[in-house]
C-alpha cells in the first residue's frame, strides 16, 4: 500500500501565488494563504478563514478579528467593529460577487459568522474579510448543485474525534492538499473539555500539546478559549481554508458522554449542567461555520440537526445524538457486554421525537438517491450475542430482564437505544427506501457494516443499509488502551467482534487517520487513510482500506483500492 | 357484501379467462418455431410492417428486484444493464400492482387518468369484485395506439392473462400466452421468450411490449422468501436470464441491434411474509355495527381497497371508522385517501398497505396464502435501464427518479411521437 492522496496539482498551487503577488506585489492568494503582510494576519486574523453547511445559492463564511492585544479570545475585553467580507470567483477577488459589513464584538467573542447569498449552485468561490485595510487569508469554498442537477460525482472528507492533546492534526494536513473534496464531514468530537494530561496520547497519556486553557472547560472563557486554541492548529485552519465543513457535534464539545440533562464528565461541584451546556454550545455556535436554529446568526437558537441536499445524487442528514437522548444505562467497561434491560425500553430514546420525526420525514421525501446521516455515534448492532428477534423479543417481554437486541459491547451509542434503531429501521424497510448510509464518527476506530433489521438472522434478513464509520484523527483507541503494538493484541478482539456480528465486515481498531466518501450514481465508496505517527508533525498517510457500497444492494464490499479521481483539473 | 370474482390475478382466485375479440377482425398466423407459437394480427392495422430502422422492446422483468441483477445470477441481464443508461432510483407506483404499473409504461399517465388502479377492485355498477382485465378498463391512448396510428408497428408479448386481456387487441401484432400454468395464470419464461423471438422474426415490429412473468409467480409461491432464500426464486432468475440472452443475441446476430432501443423495467418488485404475518381487515370491519354490510375489501397483495358501499351520507362516519380500526391492526402501515396517490375513483374510498414482511388476506385470513406479496411500499424499487445498440443509448448510471409513467414518453420521444393530449404524466429518461 502506498500514499495515493491526490495532491493539489503544482500548476493550482502556482498560479494562486503568482496571480496574487502580480496584484499586490506581496499578496499570496491560494486557499489558506497569507493574503497580507504577515504581522497584520497575525495580528488581525489569528485564527483562519472557514465556510461551512454549502447550499446551491449560499454559504457560510467564519472568521474572527482580533482589533487589539486585549480582544483575547474568552476574554470579553476590546471594541465593537465592522469587518468587510467578500466572495469573489477568481482568487485575485477581481470577480467580487458578493459583500457586505458585519458587526462584531466581545458579545460574541470577536467571531464573524455570516450567509453569503446570492451565489450559483456548484461553483467554486473564494472569500476573504478585510480589517483596516488588512486582508484575511482567502479562504475557497463550494456551493452545492441545484436541487434538480444530477451530478456524477461528490467526494467528502469524513472526520471525527481529534483531540490537540493526543497529537498533531496531520489527517486535516493531508486533506488540505487534496484538490478533490466538495466538503468535510465532521461527526463531532472537533474539540475536547479535558485539562492538561488528563486524556492525551497513549497508554502513558503522553502530551503531544498542551491545551488551553489548562483546566476543563467549564465557563464561557473556558469554551472560546479551546475553540480558539484549535482554530489557531495549522492544519485545521489550512482545512478550513480550503472547504466547507458540515458539522455535528458529539459529546466532548460540551463534555464526556453527555445526556439530556448530565454526562458522565459533569460533577455536582461543576455547577448546573444544562448551564455548562448552554454556554458550551454558545461557544459553538461563535465559532463553527455552521447555521444552528437553521441561520447563521449566532445565539438564535441551538438546533443542530439539519439536511444539506446535492442535486439529485446525495442528501446529507446530520443528528444530534446528544442534547435529546435518555441518561445512559448503568455503564460496564467497554468491552463488556452490558446486559441491562433499559437498552431496550421503548421510553428512551437517542434522537429524541422532534429529531426522529424530521428524520423520518427526509428520508420519506426519498429525494436523492443517497441518503447519507451524518451519525455521531454508531448505529450497527454491536452485540454478544445477536439473536433472531423471534427469540429474544418474547423471552424479554416475559422476563424484561435482557435488552431485546442482545448485549451490547457499548450502550452510549444506539445498542443502549434500540427502541429507536427498530424505529428507524423499520420505517426504512416498510417504505422501501433504499441507499442509505450512514457516516458515523466517535469510536475511534474505522467499520465498515451492513444493517440488518434483524442482526440475529443475518444474512437471512434484509438489510436497510450501511454504515461507514471514521477512525479518530488522534483521539486513542484500543492500541492504547491496552498499551499492545498497533495490530497485535486488537486483532483478536476484532476477530471476535465480527464472528458474532457477521454483518461487520471490516474493522480497524488501532489506526488514526481520515476516511474519504465517493459518492457516484452507481456506489458509494469509502476510503480508509491512516497516518503513520501521531506525534510526528509530518506524519505521512496510506490508504489502508476502502468499502463500497452498491446502489440499491444494502451491503458493503470491499474495493480493490482508492476511488479515482473524476474531477476536472480546475477544481 | 359480495367476493363474487371473475377472474384471475396476482394470487387471487382463477376464473375462466375471456378475451373479448373487439370489432377488428384477427388474423391468426399459426404456429411459428418449435413451440407452437401462435401470433395474431390485426389485418385492419395501418402498418403490418415496420417503418423504418428504429425498433425498440420495452422488457419487463416481472417483480424483480433491482439488487437481482447483480446477484450473480443473471450475467446478460446486467450487461445490458451496465451497457446502457441506469436508474438505481427507480419507482414503481401505487398500487405496485401488476396491472396498473404495465397500463402506466404504456400510457404515460397516471391511474386517475388512465382508470387502472390497481389489479382488482370492487365494481361498484357490477357489485363484484374483478381484475382489471378488461380492453375498455384501460381508458387513456395507449403509446402502442398512438404508434399505430403514426404508421408504425407494434406487438405484445404478455406473458399473464389478464395483462393480455386488458391490452386487448390493441397491438399490431399479438402473442395469446400459451401454454399457460394452472392457478397462475401465466405462460412460463421459456414460452414468453420463444414467442418474442418469433415475433421478431416473423413481423418485426417498431415497438415490442414484453412481459416475463416467471420472476414474479415463483416469487408468490416460493416458502423459502420469508428466510430470504428464495430458492424457487433463483431459478426463475436464471431462466429468464437465458431468454434476455437469447434475445439479445438475436438482435445482434440479426443486425438489429444497432437500430434498438432496449427498456428494461419491472411493475414492482416482491416481498415476503410468513405465515403469521398476515392482516386480514373485513373481521375487524365487520365488527363494528356500523360498518357490517356496507364495505367491499378489494385485495391487493400488500394493499387493500376499501370501498363503502352504504348510504352516502354516512360515508364521512364510516371513513372515519375504517381508517381507525384499519391503523390499529398489527401488520398496517398506512391508511391513504386514492385521490392523494392519484388512484381516481375506482380504486374506492381509502386505501390501506401493510409494513414489510406482511400481506392482507381478505375476505378470510387464509384467502391468500402465497408467501411473495407487492402492492405495498416496500416493492417500490425496480430496475430501470435504456440499453441497446442504437445511438442514442449512452453509457451512464443517473441519479433522478425513474418510474414506471416514464417509458411512455421515453420510448415515443425516440420514435418522434408528441405528447398525448394533456401531457403525459412521466418524463422521458433518453
Known amino acids: ?571 | 357484501m359480495s367476493h363474487e370474482h371473475c377472474s384471475r390475478g396476482s394470487g387471487d382466485a382463477a376464473a375462466p379467462f375471456a378475451r373479448p375479440l373487439g370489432r377488428r377482425q384477427l388474423l391468426q398466423l399459426g404456429a411459428a418455431g418449435t413451440a407452437g407459437i401462435v401470433l395474431s394480427t390485426a389485418i385492419d392495422t395501418p402498418a403490418l410492417a415496420a417503418k423504418g430502422k428504429k425498433r425498440a422492446y420495452v422488457l419487463v422483468l416481472d417483480g424483480m428486484i433491482p439488487s437481482e441483477i447483480d446477484s450473480g445470477l443473471m450475467p446478460n441481464l446486467k450487461a445490458l444493464r451496465d451497457g446502457g443508461t441506469h436508474f438505481p432510483r427507480a419507482r414503481a407506483l401505487p398500487i405496485l400492482e401488476t396491472l396498473p404499473n404495465h397500463v402506466m409504461m404504456m400510457t404515460g399517465v397516471r391511474p386517475n387518468r388512465n382508470g387502472v388502479p390497481a389489479n382488482v377492485i370492487y365494481d361498484r355498477k357490477e357489485k363484484v369484485h374483478r381484475d382489471l382485465d378488461r380492453p375498455e378498463d384501460l381508458r387513456y391512448p395507449t403509446l402502442i395506439e398512438r404508434m399505430n396510428r403514426r404508421g408504425f408497428s407494434t406487438g405484445t408479448v404478455l406473458s399473464k392473462e389478464y395483462l393480455y386481456g386488458i391490452f386487448g387487441d390493441r397491438a399490431t401484432h399479438r402473442w395469446e400466452p400459451a401454454p399457460i400454468i394452472p392457478v397462475s395464470g401465466h405462460a412460463p419464461d421459456v414460452f414468453t421468450g420463444d414467442a418474442l423471438r418469433s415475433m421478431i422474426t416473423e413481423h418485426d415490429p417498431n415497438l415490442v411490449f414484453v412481459s416475463f412473468g416467471d420472476c414474479d409467480r415463483m416469487g408468490h409461491v416460493d416458502l423459502t422468501g420469508p428466510v430470504s432464500l428464495k430458492v424457487l426464486r433463483q431459478t426463475a432468475l436464471v431462466q429468464l436470464d437465458q431468454q434476455v440472452g437469447m434475445f439479445i443475441d438475436q438482435l445482434k446476430s440479426t443486425g438489429r441491434w444497432e437500430n434498438s432501443l432496449v427498456l428494461g423495467i419491472a411493475d414492482h418488485s416482491m416481498d415476503w411474509s410468513r405465515p403469521d404475518r398476515v392482516i386480514s381487515l373485513t373481521p375487524p370491519l365487520s365488527a363494528d355495527p356500523f360498518l357490517a354490510g356496507k364495505f367491499e375489501v378489494s385485495q391487493n397483495g400488500g394493499a387493500d381497497l376499501l370501498y363503502w358501499t352504504g348510504p352516502r351520507g354516512q360515508r364521512d362516519e364510516a371513513l372515519k371508522r375504517m381508517r381507525r380500526i384499519a391503523r390499529n391492526v398489527p401488520g398496517v402501515l398506512a391508511v391513504r385517501r386514492p385521490g392523494v396517490l392519484r388512484l381516481g375513483a375506482r380504486a374506492g374510498d381509502l386505501v390501506v398497505f401493510c409494513k414489510a414482511g406482511w400481506r392482507f388476506s381478505d375476505p378470510e385470513v387464509h384467502s391468500n396464502p402465497i408467501p411473495g406479496n407487492h402492492g405495498h411500499p416496500a416493492t417500490r424499487p425496480i430496475p430501470f435501464f435504456i440499453s441497446g445498440g442504437h445511438p442514442v443509448v449512452r453509457r451512464r448510471t443517473r441519479s433522478v427518479r425513474a418510474t414506471t409513467v416514464d417509458v411512455a414518453p421515453t420510448v415515443g420521444a425516440f420514435f418522434g411521437l408528441g405528447t398525448p393530449r394533456g401531457g403525459y404524466d412521466g418524463t422521458s429518461r433518453l
Open chain 1, 1 to 571: 500500500m502506498t500514499d495515493q492522496t491526490p495532491l493539489a496539482t503544482r500548476r493550482t498551487v502556482l498560479q494562486g501565488t503568482l496571480a496574487g503577488a502580480a496584484a499586490t506585489g506581496t499578496l499570496a492568494v491560494g486557499p489558506g494563504m497569507v493574503a497580507g503582510p504577515a504581522e497584520a494576519r497575525s495580528r488581525f486574523f489569528r485564527h483562519g478563514v472557514a465556510s461551512g453547511d454549502p447550499r446551491p445559492r449560499r454559504v457560510v463564511l467564519w472568521t474572527r478579528v482580533t482589533p487589539n492585544a486585549a480582544a483575547t479570545p474568552g476574554s470579553g475585553k476590546g471594541p465593537r467593529v465592522k469587518v468587510v467580507w467578500q466572495v469573489a470567483r477568481d482568487a485575485r477577488f477581481r470577480k467580487v460577487v458578493a459583500r457586505g459589513t458585519v458587526r462584531t464584538g466581545p458579545k460574541r467573542d470577536h467571531t464573524v459568522k455570516l450567509d453569503a447569498r446570492g451565489l450559483r449552485p456548484g461553483t467554486d468561490y473564494y472569500y476573504r474579510f478585510l480589517f483596516r485595510g488588512q486582508s484575511s487569508p482567502v479562504g475557497r469554498t463550494r456551493t452545492a448543485p441545484a436541487p434538480g442537477s444530477s451530478p456524477d460525482n461528490l467526494r467528502f472528507a469524513v472526520v471525527s474525534c481529534s483531540n490537540l492533546e493526543a497529537g498533531f492534526f496531520s489527517s486535516y494536513r493531508h486533506l488540505a492538499r487534496r484538490n478533490d473534496l466538495d466538503a468535510v464531514i465532521h461527526l463531532g468530537d472537533y474539540l475536547y473539555e479535558y485539562g492538561n494530561g488528563y486524556y492525551a496520547m497513549g497508554f502513558n497519556n503522553e502530551v503531544v500539546r498542551p491545551h488551553d486553557p489548562p483546566t476543563e472547560m467549564l465557563s464561557l472563557s473556558d469554551y472560546r478559549r479551546r475553540h480558539a486554541q484549535y482554530k489557531t492548529d495549522p492544519d485545521l485552519q489550512a482545512l478550513h481554508a480550503r472547504v466547507p465543513f458540515i458539522v455535528t457535534w458529539d459529546d466532548h464539545e460540551i463534555t464526556n458522554d453527555a445526556w439530556a440533562e448530565g454526562a458522565e464528565n459533569h460533577q455536582p461541584d461543576e455547577g448546573s449542567f444544562l448551564a455548562r451546556r448552554r454556554r458550551a454550545y454558545r461557544a459553538y455556535d461563535e465559532w463553527m461555520p455552521v447555521r444552528m436554529g437553521r441561520t447563521a446568526k449566532v445565539g438564535d437558537g441551538t438546533r443542530l440537526f439539519r439536511s444539506l441536499r446535492f442535486g439529485t445524487l446525495a442528501e446529507i442528514s446530520m443528528l444530534d445524538l446528544r442534547t435529546y437522548r435518555s441518561q445512559q444505562s448503568d455503564m460496564v467497561p467497554m468491552p463488556v457486554p452490558n446486559p441491562d434491560a433499559s437498552h431496550s425500553d421503548p421510553d428512551r430514546t437517542i434522537t429524541g421525537d422532534a429529531q426522529m420525526r424530521w428524520l423520518k420525514n427526509i428520508l420519506g421525501l426519498d429525494r436523492t438517491q443517497w441518503k447519507l446521516i451524518g451519525n455521531p455515534v454508531m448505529i450497527t448492532p454491536v452485540v454478544f450475542p445477536p439473536l433472531p428477534t423471534e427469540i429474544t423479543d418474547p423471552l424479554v417481554d416475559m422476563t424484561g430482564l435482557l435488552p431485546k437486541d442482545g448485549a451490547p459491547y457499548n450502550a452510549d451509542q444506539w445498542d443502549g437505544y434500540t427502541a429507536d434503531r427498530r424505529e428507524l429501521f423499520s420505517f426504512l424497510a416498510d417504505r422501501g427506501i433504499r441507499d442509505t448510509v450512514f457516516l458515523t464518527g466517535d469510536i475511534h476506530s474505522a467499520w465498515a457494516c451492513d444493517l440488518p433489521v434483524d442482526a440475529g438472522a443475518y444474512p437471512l434478513t434484509r438489510t436497510v443499509g450501511t454504515e461507514m464509520v471514521c477512525t479518530s484523527v488522534t483521539s486513542n483507541n484500543l492500541k492504547d488502551y491496552s498499551d499492545s503494538p498497533p495490530r497485535t493484541s486488537s486483532l483478536a478482539i476484532e476477530a471476535g467482534i465480527m464472528t458474532m456480528n457477521r454483518h461487520v465486515k471490516y474493522l480497524d481498531f488501532d489506526s488514526h487517520g481520515y476516511s474519504v466518501l465517493d459518492v457516484t450514481p452507481e456506489r458509494t465508496q469509502m476510503d480508509y487513510y491512516v497516518i503513520s505517527a501521531r506525534d510526528d508533525r509530518a506524519a505521512t498517510v496510506r490508504w489502508s482500506a476502502g468499502y463500497a457500497t452498491k446502489a440499491g444492494t444494502q451491503r458493503v464490499r470491499p474495493a480493490s483500492g482508492p476511488a479515482t479521481t473524476r474531477r476536472k483539473a480546475s477544481r
